[in-house]
């Protein structure tokens, strides 16, 4: 039998370095000090949050996904996945404030040429301005490429017509990062240019807010394009890229929701381990009692395993790996279902108490559902990674 | 012939011993017995005659150095030179001191003009193995350890309220030496004396002190606490948060840079426990803590724990203590 | 302006996992490492001034295992400007005086106006590092700072030294040395920025063969003192928590100071 021995490469570092760990507890501290205690108040009246906003912009929290020589703390995924994390935590609304400004940059950071990164990502990284990403339509949901909001070449500008349904962040974003269709009659995957508009700007509206189960805090738009003239100088890479850069967006963007699960997760588990801690029937405290602690376990688990995937994804993605896409679907899969079992569970460790408002897992349980939905449903990931395993001609 | 245990008398402000010196004294007296090495005291100071007169009552000899760089100057480096050279005179074998700021000041500069080891922050010390070995609480508490010299020659610091301080049978014998040695080192000039404000009672050495934290929120807080302390027969304590918002003078303050106390009951009112103030009382026979945070550290090592809040059990604990003694 | 703080890397009293070693000494592999509690403080006082100044720089100088950096990097996260670290195998298991002796002429070879340490470390709790190292140096010695106001001017320093009755003033020429409480203030959390900042900042090292010290002389070789012993202390009783309304758990109280003879 052959000998197996240690490792014959240069073993890299699997736990987390201590500028990582610095970061991520910098963020928890102002999580549980700051942001824990408005979170309740931010469902019950579906705010948004501009006080945490400013809090996350003033303590540079908001320039984590933004290249340094822009104002930018360097653009890495996993300190931005670790800070959503925290923030969601306590409060996924908050986490995905950090996320979205991430997911409406990422067009500009993929395609963008250096003189456009130049013109916005200093007020994004500082927070002053913010973006959203519009790419999903009321036809166009999982299947993007159906997008029908058209932009016409007009001289210098092109003229965007139609509408975008569901767009975090649309009602209150100083940059949309929108898709729309420049050539109709082009193969499926090269009808879509990538623009950004600034606003307000004539013809463009909001004409929706939508009313949610759950991230109640956060607004989601329907924008209304009526012959918004943008320039040229606003497309992002070339006409037709549109839908390629989406993809490549979503592959580095799917981690920041997988953040934001794994952090609803965490949150609810520590709620529902120190209720079983505290309560106490049949003369001991529950989580001695065996199905609660059972359920306990397998929550945790179930968070470790989706945390220590999207930690993975996270390098491996930035070190280029040419599975990114495998990696992103599959750290989003596994957290959104975590967040959705452990924060169901943990509904169920409180009993009664788990369905009031006086305790906050029925919010997050609330707030877990769109992780299974938003930047691809399950189904959407699994499609992505099924096509992974079979090859892209399966 | 190197032997002998010196003690190093500290003077205070007005020129009496430190208390934490007849605590010393009363150490070196038992090693002394224990070893069969002499005792004297060292006292070196401006007016060095009424600390060394006290320290008499400890030891049965003490040697008075006036030094009046001391006066107006920081003391400790001074107190080292001429110490380090009446060391190399008269050859003890170990100089204790005790382990606050002045003793502390005192060994490191000694320790480095000697070369001697440094037995730092004993809280006891017995002979073994013709030397001495002192007890240690490291690691906050969670650990005690017993460390010795490897030479011959070493520098023994003790905790404050370590030992209890009992004067010899008969008084010892006063001499006066003159400083010796040279002072190379830079001395650094008191340009001025700053008094904080109040006169509580003291907390050095009292039996029962009721403490308040951050819980009590602000100075008129502190009224209960202070009424706890006078239906106890006891001083009051606060936590550097409670000094540093001003409710309470600098003085009372019990804690790594205030005070280390070891009193038979610690009522501690809305204090959390952290490290920094737990190495100041976590010694007291008795701990009895109230806070609203059920997660408190300070739940983890006191006897008796109530979750709740502070005014309102402290208020119903005075009734009920007034009632007691009529 | 320049000052270098000392600082040492000790095992997180928080993290409660601190032990000893075989040999008696800290087994520094066991737990994590923060740096000391009160070096905080002094170096949150030292980028304060300097903020203040203007201009000028803070350095960190340690005494440390070469695992050391990372510790650093919390520091210069909060805003020091670079590390200087004297590493060796040989210095393991020094005690206070080898450490002494080494952090004094490492300090030797450094220009700067202001030297700054903590009263003391949280593992040995010794607190006599800073004065001998202030004698062994010939620098002025200025200990227990609740306030540090340095005069670049004048190139004279002045401090507010925490005494059982108040404060003491004491004045000195610089470059001098101060041990600092916390007293000095609340040390600030690093930002993002410092904490990415951190990883480009430089780290020196210093070889005990730079200093000329006879590595016979330090680590445990060369140690003073050692660790004869060690043992948990006596448990205390497990705690009794009271959750009852105020008057029940008044009387409980009552109760259990009567119990022990306290009232």
């Known amino acids: 039998m052959a000998t197996v021995t240690a490792a014959t490469r240069e073993p890299g570092p699997y736990r987390l370095t201590e500028e990582h760990e610095m970061l991520r507890d910098a963020v928890r501290v102002l999580a549980d000090e700051r942001v824990a205690p408005r979170a309740a108040e931010i469902d019950r009246t579906a705010e948004f949050p501009q006080d945490l906003r400013k809090l996350l912009a003033d303590h540079d929290i908001l320039a984590l996904p933004f290249p340094t020589e822009h104002g930018g703390l360097g653009g890495e995924l996993l300190p931005v996945a670790l800070a959503i994390e925290q923030l969601s935590r306590a409060c996924a609304t908050t986490g995905l404030i950090l996320a979205v400004q991430e997911l409406g940059s990422l067009p500009i950071l993929l395609a963008g040429s250096s003189e456009q990164q130049k013109r916005w990502f200093p007020s994004l990284a500082s927070g002053e301005r913010l973006i959203a990403f519009a790419l999903t339509e009321a036809e166009a949901g999982s299947d993007v490429a159906a997008a029908r909001t058209t932009a016409n070449a007009d001289g210098d500008d092109y003229v965007i017509h139609g509408s975008k349904r569901f767009i975090s962040h649309g009602s209150i974003a100083d940059l949309i990062t929108v898709f729309a269709v420049t050539d109709p009659d082009a193969p499926r995957h090269r009808r879509l240019s990538a623009f950004v508009v600034e606003v307000p700007t004539a013809g463009f509206a909001v004409t929706r807010l939508e009313h949610k189960m759950g991230i109640r805090g956060s607004p989601t738009a329907e924008l209304a394009f009526d012959g918004v003239r943008v320039p040229q100088a606003n497309r992002l890479g070339a006409e037709g890229d549109g839908f390629e850069i989406a993809m490549r967006t979503l592959d580095r963007s799917r981690p920041g929701i997988a953040a934001q699960a794994v952090g609803i997760a965490q949150g609810a588990l520590e709620v529902a381990t120190a209720y079983a801690r505290e309560r106490r029937q049949f003369g001991q405290r529950i989580g001695e009692l065996q199905m609660v602690g059972a359920m306990l376990a397998d929550m945790d688990a179930a968070t470790e395993g989706a945390r220590q995937l999207l930690y993975k994804a996270c390098v491996e993605i930035d070190a280029g790996s040419p599975e990114a896409n495998r990696w992103s679907a599959m750290c989003k899969l596994v957290a959104g279902d975590a967040a959705m079992r452990v924060t169901t569970d943990a509904v169920q460790v409180l009993g009664g108490y788990g369905y009031i408002d006086e305790f906050p897992v029925e919010r997050m349980m609330r707030d877990a559902k769109i992780t299974q939905l938003y930047e691809g449903t399950q189904q959407i990931q699994r499609l992505v990674i099924a096509r992974s395993l079979l090859g892209k001609d399966g | 012939m190197a032997a002998g245990i010196w003690v190093h008398g500290e003077v205070a402000g007005d020129g009496s011993l430190a208390k934490l010196s007849t605590e010393v004294a009363t150490l070196a007296r038992a090693l002394a017995e224990a070893s069969g090495e002499p005792v004297t005291g060292v006292v070196i100071g401006a007016d060095p005659a009424g600390a060394a007169a006290t320290l008499a009552d400890y030891v049965p000899r003490v040697l008075a150095v006036a030094e009046p760089e001391t006066a107006e100057h920081a003391a400790g480096t001074i107190v080292a030179q001429r110490l380090a050279a009446l060391i190399a005179e008269h050859q003890p074998r170990m100089v204790m001191t005790g382990a606050g700021p002045e003793g502390r000041d005192l060994a490191g500069a000694l320790s480095a003009l000697t070369g001697w080891g440094v037995l730092a922050n004993a809280t006891a010390v017995r002979w073994d193995d013709g030397g001495p070995v002192a007890t240690h609480n490291v690691f906050g508490g969670k650990l005690v350890t017993e460390s010795a010299l490897t030479g011959d020659h070493g520098i023994v610091t003790l905790r404050p309220n370590a030992v209890t301080a009992e004067a010899a049978p008969s008084k010892g014998k006063l001499e006066t030496v003159a400083p010796a040695g040279s002072l190379d080192q830079p001395a650094v000039p008191i340009v001025e004396r700053l008094e904080a404000s109040g006169a509580a009672a003291s907390i050095d050495d009292a039996r029962i002190i009721v403490a308040g934290g951050r819980g009590v929120g602000g100075p008129d807080g502190f009224t209960l606490v202070q009424e706890l302390a006078d239906a106890l027969g006891g001083a009051v304590g606060a936590t550097r948060a409670a000094v540093d918002s001003g409710w309470i003078p600098y003085s009372q303050q019990i804690g790594q840079t205030g005070k280390i106390v070891k009193p038979a009951l610690y009522l501690a009112l809305g204090i959390s426990g952290a490290i920094q103030h737990k190495v100041g009382m976590q010694t007291a026979e008795s701990i009895v803590a109230v806070n609203r945070d059920a997660d408190a550290p300070i739940a983890d090592f006191a006897d008796v724990f109530v979750v709740g809040d502070l005014f309102e059990v402290g208020r119903a604990l005075l009734e009920q203590l007034r009632a007691r003694s009529g | ?263």
């Open chain 3, 1 to 263: 302006m320049r000052i270098v703080v000392l600082t040492k890397p000790v095992p997180d009293p928080a993290s409660g996992a601190e032990r000893l070693g075989p040999d008696g000494r800290l087994d520094r592999a066991a737990s994590p490492a923060v740096v000391n509690g009160n070096d905080e403080y002094v170096l949150e006082k030292a980028l304060k001034l300097v903020a203040e100044a203007g201009e000028g720089e803070v350095i960190l100088l340690s005494m440390a295992p070469a695992s050391a950096p990372e510790t650093m990097r919390k520091a210069l996260a909060m805003g020091a400007t670079r590390g200087i670290l004297v590493t060796d195998p040989a210095l393991e298991g020094s005690c206070t005086v080898a450490t002494t002796r080494v952090l004094a002429a490492a300090l030797k070879t450094l220009e700067f106006d202001l030297a700054f340490a903590g009263v003391d470390t949280s593992d040995g709790v010794a607190g006599v590092v800073p004065a001998g190292v202030a004698a062994l140096a010939g620098l002025p010695y200025l200990s227990y700072a609740a306030t540090i106001d340095p005069d670049m001017a004048a190139r004279t320093v002045r401090v507010n030294r925490i005494t059982a009755t108040g404060f003491d003033v004491l004045q000195a020429p610089m470059p001098a040395l101060i041990s600092g409480t916390q007293a000095l203030g609340e040390p600030r959390y690093p930002s993002l920025k410092g904490i990415m900042a951190a990883r480009s900042k430089e780290i020196s090292t210093i070889k005990m063969a730079d200093l000329g010290i006879d590595p016979a002389s330090v680590g445990t070789a060369g140690a003073t003192t050692r660790v004869v012993d060690s043992h948990k202390p006596p448990p205390r009783a497990a705690t009794r928590v009271i959750r009852e309304p105020a008057d029940e758990a008044a009387r409980q109280v009552v109760a259990f100071l009567a119990e022990r003879r306290l009232i």
